[in-house]
């Protein structure tokens, strides 16, 4: 793979290598061939990645400078949530769950 760098899927942070669809969209493939997937996708003179998706009716299966690419969101799982501990807090700062809970002052009707 030469030309563009790989970039880090915005969920997962996974490496990714971003192509452009035959319509002009973006799509983000797993950076290794996988023979399982349904991308062909091939390199410009320009260096940018081209893909298509084969495999549908009437489509054409992968040509012989094509490499068969999985699409990340295939394979893309979320990172966990960072858990944030309970006690975060500093000492002077009260939690807004407990000050929603608190009702101060008389209702008006």
């Given at each position: 793979?030469?030309?563009?760098?790989?970039?880090?899927?915005?969920?997962?942070?996974?490496?990714?290598?971003?192509?452009?669809?035959?319509?002009?969209?973006?799509?983000?493939?797993?950076?290794?061939?996988?023979?399982?997937?349904?991308?062909?996708?091939?390199?410009?003179?320009?260096?940018?990645?081209?893909?298509?998706?084969?495999?549908?009716?009437?489509?054409?299966?992968?040509?012989?400078?094509?490499?068969?690419?999985?699409?990340?969101?295939?394979?893309?799982?979320?990172?966990?949530?960072?858990?944030?501990?309970?006690?975060a807090l500093p000492k002077?700062?009260?939690?807004?769950?407990?000050?929603?809970?608190?009702?101060?002052?008389?209702?008006?009707?």
């Amino acid at each position: 793979m030469t030309g563009q760098p790989l970039l880090k899927c915005g969920r997962c942070r996974q490496p990714v290598l971003p192509a452009r669809t035959e319509r002009g969209r973006r799509i983000a493939l797993d950076p290794q061939p996988d023979p399982k997937g349904n991308q062909a996708a091939f390199q410009d003179s320009d260096g940018t990645w081209k893909t298509r998706q084969f495999g549908q009716p009437g489509s054409d299966p992968p040509w012989g400078w094509e490499t068969v690419y999985t699409p990340h969101v295939a394979t893309c799982s979320p990172a966990p949530a960072p858990v944030v501990p309970a006690d975060a807090l500093p000492k002077n700062v009260t939690p807004i769950t407990a000050a929603r809970s608190v009702r101060s002052g008389t209702r008006r009707r």
